[in-house]
């Protein structure tokens, strides 16, 4: 997320604190560059304008300049004007008084409408809500099975019909559904177009018209840059939003469309898809975002993901096989799933501050989880947790079993053996070296 720009930042930053002291001069060329790398990240120009002069009037005065980290007190400021810029602060959904609160999500085709309706959905159901979804895409049969599918898979009711061709209806019937079954979240999956056309927008002032949702909300594709902003700016314009999803966050080097969407039409981002699981919702937190951007880890949001993952029984059951010093086989399967549960590797380690960076270009072999998985799967029960079993002819026949050579499950053992040595240092207060890292 936002790899090419970080790196740009982090270049100009290096350079500012690598200086004992600081001159205007010096402050005006390290922005030069910022405002550089900020277009090519294909930022709004108008933006890029406003958040350069904002720091430039912050940094240039004696409190920075005369200060003893005067990089850093420049990195500070721009920090804090990155934050402000991407909306201060976390926006939320507005909840209706009288249940459901109907939300519409509203964009243009492939822009990821569909999924991140299901994606938003189960973020409700997450929270313990009842959430109802609504295929009201009648263009696109192909997005009405899409939305069925995706409320089978996370088994949430879907509301949809064939027999008419006129979305405000099919709204209507969800809603009076939605009450009689106690939903208290209707979120309607309109129809979107290749551009913007007056049939699209006329039926979406229908449906807004008819529904009064409590929250709109546009759907865009991060990656297209500028063009996500200027249909943001459209849609905003003839229909009005509440807030903005950004999707495929995950796959967004250059970061243009967040940096410019909010300052453009003035409407928080709520929510970024960060992968194409279904569970792959994040609420927008602007501090955390910015503290991405700037290379510096989001924490934050690694504990939140992990509080997701493991639920305080299991926290606490693992917690006292480790001090029983019984940790086996099937222990470290189950870890490894939750650990494939919460993201990709590179994300959780981009995560953690420095960890992102010092693995720069070292590829992470996310197969190699599945492999150590289908190793410990071709294991029986008693060798899972007597790994003082498994002598050569029974790592052969686990090799066979899992599709690995018996070089692989040698690894696994081993690897396996020092995390339980592991785990005894940390026991004892010391800081051991992670041996799957």
């Not at 088994?155 to 009689?180: M, N």
Request: hydrophobic share 40%.
């Amino acid at each position: 997320m936002f790899d090419s720009l970080s790196d740009r930042l982090e270049a100009v930053f290096k350079k500012l604190k690598g200086r004992g002291f600081l001159k205007e001069e010096d402050v005006d060329a390290a922005l030069k560059e910022v405002r550089l790398a900020l277009l090519e990240a294909d930022v709004n120009f108008k933006v890029v304008k406003h958040f350069v002069s904002s720091i430039k009037e912050k940094a240039i005065g004696g409190a920075v300049l005369e200060s003893l980290t005067p990089g850093q007190q420049v990195v500070k400021i721009v920090k804090a004007e990155l934050q402000d810029l991407l909306g201060g602060e976390a926006g939320r959904i507005q909840l209706a008084p009288n249940p459901p609160t109907v939300i519409m999500l509203i964009g243009l085709q492939g822009s990821g409408k569909t999924t991140t309706a299901a994606k938003l959905a189960l973020n409700f159901k997450g929270e313990g809500r009842r959430p109802m979804l609504v295929a009201a895409d009648l263009q696109r049969p192909a997005a009405i099975e899409q939305l069925k599918t995706l409320g089978t898979q996370i088994d949430i009711p879907v509301h949809w019909s064939l027999d008419t061709k006129d979305p405000v209806a099919v709204c209507k019937e969800a809603l009076d559904k939605s009450r009689l079954e106690g939903r208290d979240i209707l979120i309607l999956d309109t129809a979107g177009r290749l551009h913007i056309d007056e049939e699209l927008m006329g039926q979406l002032k229908a449906v807004k018209d008819a529904l009064n949702p409590k929250e709109i909300l546009f759907v865009a594709d991060s990656m297209t840059g500028q063009d996500a902003v200027n249909s943001a700016s459209e849609f905003n314009g003839q229909i009005g939003i509440d807030g903005v999803i950004l999707t495929k966050m995950d796959g967004d080097s250059r970061g243009g469309a967040a940096l410019s969407i909010r300052h453009v039409t003035g409407k928080p981002i709520k929510f970024m898809g960060t992968g194409e699981k279904i569970d792959m919702l994040e609420v927008f937190h602007p501090d955390r975002v910015a503290n991405r951007i700037l290379g510096m880890g989001d924490v934050l949001s690694l504990i939140e993901k992990a509080e997701k993952t493991y639920e305080e029984g299991e926290a606490l059951d693992m917690q006292q096989k480790l001090a029983g010093d019984s940790f086996t086989f099937e222990d470290l399967r189950d870890q490894l799933r939750k650990i494939k549960g919460m993201g990709s590797l590179e994300s959780l380690l981009s995560m953690i501050p420095g960890v992102g960076k010092q693995l720069k270009g070292v590829k992470v072999d996310e197969k190699g989880l599945g492999r150590v998985e289908a190793v410990i799967d071709s294991m029986t029960p008693r060798e899972r947790r007597n790994v003082n079993l498994l002598n050569g002819s029974r790592r052969k026949r686990i090799a066979g079993g899992s599709g690995t050579t018996t070089a692989d499950v040698n690894k696994v053992i081993k690897q396996y053996k020092e995390m339980k040595k592991m785990l005894k240092m940390f026991k004892k207060g010391r800081m051991p070296q992670m041996p799957f890292m």
